[in-house]
C-alpha cells in the first residue's frame, strides 16, 4: 500500500528565509506526485506536480520541488518566503493505474512571520 | 462560476440523523472524487466516479456512507445514521479524465452533535 510521511507538521519561519517542507512516500510502483496548498478558508489547490521528465518542477510563485526516486522523497522548497505564504501544505501521491486517487500526507503549517 | 461548487458549505447534525451533501463538479470533468479530512489530518479518499460508474469505493468506512452520481455530472454523498466520529469537512474534486489535474471544491463542514 501507499503511504505519504510529511515529516513536519509545524514549520515557523521568517519572512525571506528559505525553508523547506520534506516529503517522503513509500510505494511498490511508479507514481505521481503532487503538493497541494490550502490557504486559511480556502480549498485545496494545486501547487506543482511531477509526472515525469525533469525531476526538478517548479511553480509559479517561486515554490520548487525535486523528486528523487532512491530517496523516495519530494521535498518542496522555496528560496525566500512571504507573509503570503502561510498556509497549510499537503504532500499527495497517485499511482498510475489507480484512476487518481490521491494519497494525501498530514499536512504541514507553514507560518512565515515578519 | 466555473469551479467545483459543494453545498451546503456547512451543516450541522444529530446523531442518529441522516444528511446529504452534493457535489457540482466542472463541466464535462469526467472524473469525481471524494475525500474526508478529519480536524488536524490530511484528506483520505472515500470513493471515486468516472461518468456514472463507481470505480473504486474502498475509502468508504462503514455501509453508513453511500454516493452517486446517476447522470454523470451532479454527485451526492449520503451518511445513514450519523455518527460523532463522521464529523469533518467532505471535500470533492473533479478531473477532466483519470489522472489528470484534480479541482478542489470548497468543501462541507459536517458537524455531529
Known amino acids: 500500500a501507499q503511504s505519504v510521511t510529511q515529516l513536519d507538521s509545524q514549520v515557523p519561519v521568517f519572512e525571506e528565509a528559505p525553508v523547506e517542507l520534506r516529503c517522503n512516500y513509500s510505494?511498490?510502483?511508479?507514481?505521481?506526485l503532487f503538493w497541494y496548498v490550502q490557504y486559511p478558508n480556502q480549498g485545496l489547490q494545486l501547487l506543482l506536480k511531477?509526472?515525469?521528465?525533469?525531476?526538478l518542477v517548479e511553480s509559479i510563485n517561486g515554490f520548487e520541488a525535486e523528486f528523487n526516486k532512491s530517496q523516495t522523497s519530494f521535498h518542496l522548497r522555496k528560496p525566500s518566503v512571504h507573509i503570503s505564504d502561510t498556509a497549510e501544505y499537503f504532500c499527495?501521491?497517485?499511482?498510475?493505474?489507480?484512476?487518481?486517487?490521491?494519497?494525501f500526507g498530514q499536512g504541514t503549517e507553514l507560518s512565515v512571520k515578519p | 462560476g466555473a469551479g467545483v461548487s459543494q453545498s451546503p458549505r456547512y451543516k450541522v447534525a444529530k446523531r442518529g440523523q441522516d444528511v446529504a451533501l452534493r457535489c457540482d463538479p466542472i463541466?464535462?470533468?469526467?472524473?469525481l472524487f471524494w475525500y474526508q479530512q478529519a480536524l488536524g489530518q490530511g484528506p483520505e479518499f472515500l470513493t471515486y466516479?468516472?461518468?456514472?460508474?463507481?470505480?473504486?469505493k474502498s475509502g468508504l468506512p462503514s455501509d453508513r456512507f453511500f454516493a452517486e452520481r446517476p447522470e454523470g455530472s451532479v454527485s451526492t454523498l449520503k451518511i445513514q445514521r450519523t455518527q460523532q466520529e463522521d464529523s469533518a469537512v467532505y471535500l470533492c474534486?473533479?478531473?477532466?479524465?483519470?489522472?489528470?489535474?484534480?479541482?478542489f471544491g470548497p468543501g462541507t463542514r459536517l458537524t455531529v452533535t
Open positions: 510505494s511498490s510502483v511508479s507514481v505521481y
Open positions: 466516479f468516472q461518468n456514472e460508474a463507481q470505480l473504486d
Open positions: 463541466s464535462g470533468h469526467v472524473s
Open positions: 499527495a501521491v497517485t499511482r498510475y493505474n489507480q484512476g487518481g486517487k490521491l494519497i
Open positions: 474534486a473533479s478531473s477532466f479524465q483519470a489522472g489528470y489535474e484534480q479541482y
Open positions: 511531477y509526472l515525469s521528465g525533469s525531476t
